[in-house]
Nanobody, 124 residues
Framework: QVQLVESGGGLVQAGGSLRLSCLASLRTFRTYAMGWFRQTPGKEREFVAA????????YYADSVKGRFTISRDNAKNTGYLQMNSLEPEDTAVYYCAASFVFRAVVDGTGIEYWGQGTQVTVSS
């Protein structure tokens, strides 16, 4: 049973924008903090952004601060990552995650649910 599904990835030119979505089939999605991570082959998983259960708290990696915006719509059981001013260095598979603990969606440990990822490729 797939409970988190990412979408919205694709190919975009540097400087462009892309919006990722994470649709959750979790019955209690509203109670989960959620976050976004990214990974490229041979690299460690990298934290991107996190948001609290009600959207009141957000946190970003320094590398994306000012360019990316995380949000959520609990009524739609969906999380979002708006990515602007994309750079080739942003190329990666992006994963959404959900956890009862906010810290988990920042440090990547103890996460209850992971999505399967969506590929983002930024060309120069």
């Amino acid at each position: 049973q797939v409970q988190l599904v990412e979408s919205g990835g694709g190919l975009v030119q540097a400087g462009g924008s892309l919006r990722l979505s994470c649709l959750a089939s979790l019955r209690t999605f509203r109670t989960y903090a959620m976050g976004w991570f990214r990974q490229t082959p041979g690299k460690e998983r990298e934290f991107v952004a996190a948001i609290g259960w009600n959207g009141g708290t957000t946190y970003y990696a320094d590398s994306v601060k000012g360019r990316f915006t995380i949000s959520r719509d609990n009524a739609k059981n969906t999380g979002y990552l708006q990515m602007n001013s994309l750079e080739p260095e942003d190329t990666a598979v992006y994963y959404c995650a959900a956890s009862f603990v906010f810290r988990a969606v920042v440090d990547g440990t103890g996460i209850e649910y992971w999505g399967q990822g969506t590929q983002v490729t930024v060309s120069s």
